[in-house]
């Protein structure tokens, strides 16, 4: 059974920084293009936010957080990342990541809470 488990989410004030992570056990994040998702509110639909191709070599972005959040992986852990800087209160969401061939699966996502 494949479980993605997202965490490092939290309350930080505009401006600052978070680094998510997903750890992703019952199939290898190599060879997979992944995706980060976020939804602001309940009852709202999944925003796409970032993907990593399966060759690590190309990454793309939602404007709303190009030049500001990076996507990476590290094999080795089974792990997928999302370093989230420059952080402002519109990025408010719980944030979920699954591999991009649908269907997709979901977590339980992590809160992040950008406020003053």
């Known amino acids: 059974q494949v479980q993605l488990v997202e965490s490092g989410g939290g309350v930080v004030q505009p401006g600052g920084s978070l680094r998510l992570s997903c750890v992703v056990s019952g199939r290898s994040v190599s060879g997979h293009s992944m995706d980060w998702f976020r939804r602001a509110a309940p009852g709202k639909d999944r925003e796409w936010v970032a993907?990593?191709?399966?060759?690590?070599?190309?990454?793309h972005y939602a404007d709303s957080v190009k030049g500001r959040f990076t996507i990476s992986r590290d094999h080795d852990k089974n792990t997928v990342y999302l370093q989230m800087n420059n952080l402002k209160p519109d990025d408010t969401a719980v944030y979920y990541c699954?591999?991009?061939?649908?269907?997709?699966?979901w977590g339980q996502g992590t809160q992040v809470i950008v406020s003053s």
């Open positions: 699954t591999f991009s061939l649908p269907p997709p699966i």
């Open positions: 993907q990593i191709s399966r060759t690590d070599d190309v990454t």
